[in-house]
């Protein structure tokens, strides 16, 4: 977990040479736009979002529901539920490959193999009238063509990894006599199977207790350092995000509304909605009285405000955030915020336009 | 930052009870073990006075509150309000004792019903324990101390988001001036930027209202936030209770260091000095708990004495609250 | 599906309002207080707004309105009178006097056909009524109460079920004959059909109470010391209909053609009731020769049976909580 920024300069580097445009990175979304299409409209979910990820890094992606976290993830590994998701712009680009104008085989070649996910509800996730060995051998079978017997020992060998305990003879165990923490770890074991390079976890101790969370978090974090494994975490929790990211990308109604390192980002936030989630958050260490929260409700997808997506609820809205969508400001080693006025954020001098809401 | 002197004592929980019976067989049933899903639990609560109940999934905190709300019926114990069992109260007396304590639940999605208007939500309870009166002004009045318009009387649930709803389901916990207010899990279901709403409002109406909480979760830091007073419930039994402070800077309970230890703080600074304890293993099933100790499966400080003897919940030489530990000693450096 | 898509508002008002609360500022920001559609909508009336639109639901709804009207006004329909034959008339084909043509007996088949939509519709909304009221009281019962009551209802139902309704229908019309009155030749046909006919109805009913009666809203009446009456009519009761509403629907269809077997068996209906089923019968020695005096009336019976069969799947997609 020690490795910040000076490592990684040096991994961006040795895994630079891509085969054309991918800017070296492992993978790399490009001003990518999603939307639904239902009967109440066109939700637009996701809304020209971009970042990037390089070997053995671990990214954030940190939002409420509705902020679209998910569903870039769900475009990234080919699932979208189509209809009535479609992606109506950008590129993702592994390897320097467009994904989105793949044909179905390549998709499939890089799903799973290249790319894997891990879900938040392990239960669903898994087929509840298979065994765990089979499902988790399945794939070497299909995929990598072993037999019966190899499969099941590599089986073994995975969920000694993520350490189920007497994997053997836990086997022939169904996902329902498992705890929800050994799920969740019969999950990673399935999707490490097949020696991915990324890995997408979308929320994956949300539905866990503490204790187990921590669990699953070191087991991911042990993965990483030993198999060298890019991760990309979505969450909606503060504290896990400053537990193991590198960087952050935090969303907002569809779009990435800062991007930092994520030291810096904890540090001092340069985007108002990034601060007033750290202030609403009730901490651990440090009983305060009040919390400060953020008023109103994220916007309506099928209707996103004119201007600033934030500026309905923002306390520093000024009257250009009504009416100009602001663009990504750089604010230097690779930081970025999605504020007009995101550098006086970051320095703290910018005067509140709003009280804070009664309750 | 810890509470002033406690209040009176408000409501006494003894002994309580919960275990359900495990049957086999469809037409003979044959009980062939039980559940002991809360299993000898005592606490006070105390006027005016927030106590967290917290604990990991199945340690019987949910339980505990269906007790409380006698939608259960424990197998033992008491809880004594205002010289009135809840427990054994039937009838004309189990209806006036429910007015005294309600309950706010935690999904905001299940726990209205579609079919009604918050209004008519809202004024059920007064309509069945036949509070007369102007009705319609109560629930305006009740709608806008939650914060909510009162001119959406009319609207049904699902034209609220989740915080809007945890707020109904607050006012109809509102409706009949309860003195004790229990809150399963009231924010857990909901996004981050609308928990602190709701937080905010829970300890605004406490102020305002003289309300007892208690604020049953599983997010310490929630808990750390709003509670004066904690305890830590594992396998149905309450292994460690204490002021906030006693709780999160002086635990002595091995479970309780390794749940504070196990949550993530939301500063990336922290990671580097941060002291988690792993517990290893699952919690037992609470059909079959261990002997002696129920942590003891568990805990890194276990010996042949913890097997055999139950430690009680008293208070311990190495700080003056109960914990239900033979070695209970403060850690260092849990939280910073 | 990740909760995202679910998270969408369901209406397109809100934004609106949120954006113009947002506006006004001053306006005292309580927290949460901006986002609310315009009108208050209950899940029902968003069903019907969905069933507005959907066109099966839209087609099978004319049609049996149009059979409604039929049923109680058939002068509307035709101005000849179903029971004026002639055999010098036998057979005739379609003209512009007779658009279906005549009979073996020389009765005007569109009369016919016209007037037997009420005994149909008859027959298929009073054994609905009895199904209804037989399956809610025991499916109410069973369902909440559970344990004993849910046993003896459940090997109850079982029995029912063992007797198939046509050949349980025929036994007891056989058993009973009656040709004095007519209204008790109807009654009986109801009866016989609505005393066999509840036993998945009342299944249903069991299961959606069972499943509303665990809901948190339910709890939470509980917790307030509501009665069982009221958590029964107020709680369980309208969120366990939807499913309830949608078998009976496609239940009226089924009982109808039913009805129609039995009067073609001979069994049914007996004039002077004019039934299709009847009709079909004693077209059917002929059907060599004519195939109007058969084709007509099966195609209302159908078109029927398919009206509420269509309506009732309609409803099921209106009422799914899983669109919602």
Redesign the interface.
Known sequence: MGKHSTDQSVIEKASAPGPDDGGGHLLEVRDLFVE?R?G??V?K?INGVSYHLDAGETLAVLGE???????TA?AIMGIL?SP??FVTGGQILYKGRDLLTASENERRAVRGKEIAMIFQDALSALNPVFTVGWQISETLRKREGLSKKDALDKAVELMDLVKIPAARERLKAYPHQFSGGMRQRVMIAMSLAQQPKVVIA?EPTTALDVTVQAQIMDLLADLRRELNTAMILITHDLGVVADVADRIAVMYAGRIIEHAEVHALYKSPAHPYTLGLLNSIPRLDDKGKTLR?I???P????????GCPF???CRYVRDVC?TDVPPSVSLGEGRDAACHFAREVLAGTLEPT??D??? | MTAPALGEPLLSVSGMVKHFPITRGILFRSRIGEVKAVDGVDFVLHKGETLGIVGESGCGKSTLAKLL???EEATAGTAVYDGRDIVAAKGGE??RL?REV??V???PY????????VGDIIA??LI??GVGGDRDARVRELLDLV???PE?I???P????G??RQ?V?IA?ALALNPEIIICDEPVSALDVS?QA?VIN?LEKLQAELGLSYIFIAHDLSVVRHICDRVAVMYLGRIVEIGSEDEIYQRATHPYTQALLSAVPVPDPDAREHRNVIRLTGDVPSPANPPSGCRFRTRCWKATDLCAQEDPPLIPREADPHPSACHFAAQAEHIID | ?????N??????E???I??GE??S?EK??????????GR?????SDAFRDLRKNPIAIISAVIIVILVVMAIFPTLFTHKDPTDCALGRSLKPPSSEAWFGYNFQGCDIYARTIHGARASLMVGIGSVIVVAFIAIVLGMLAGYYGGLADAIIARFTDIILGIPLLLGAIVILSGFKNNSNMWLGLLMVIAALGLLGWTSAMRIVRGSVLSARN???V?????????NW?IMT??IG??AMAPVIVVLTIALGSFIATEATLSFLGIGLKPPWISWGGDIADATARVRNALGPVLFPSSFLALTVLAFIMLGDAVREAFDPKL?
Do not use: C, W
């Open positions: 639904f239902t109440e409209g939700a979910v529901s509705g902020s679209g976290k998910s569903v769900q539920d009535p998701g979308d929260t008023p109103g409700l916007p309506n997808l099928t209707r996103i405000p004119a500026n309905p609820r009504r709003r009280k809401p009664e309750l | 709300m006698r939608l189990l209806r429910r309600q309950m639940m935690q999904d299940t726990s209205l019903n579609p079919r009604m208007t059920e309870p069945i324990h914060g909510l318009n959406h009319n609207r049904y699902h034209q609220f988001s915080g809007q707020r389901g109809r609308i709403q409002l | 599906m990740s909760s995202d898509p998270a969408l508002p369901p209406n397109d809100r934004a609106a949120a954006e947002a506006a500022t005292r920001v309580t927290a949460e207080l901006t986002e609310v559609s208050p909508r209950s899940l029902a809901q948190d809203y709890q939470a009446a509980r917790m307030l010391g509501a009665t009221r107020r709680h309208p969120n919602r």
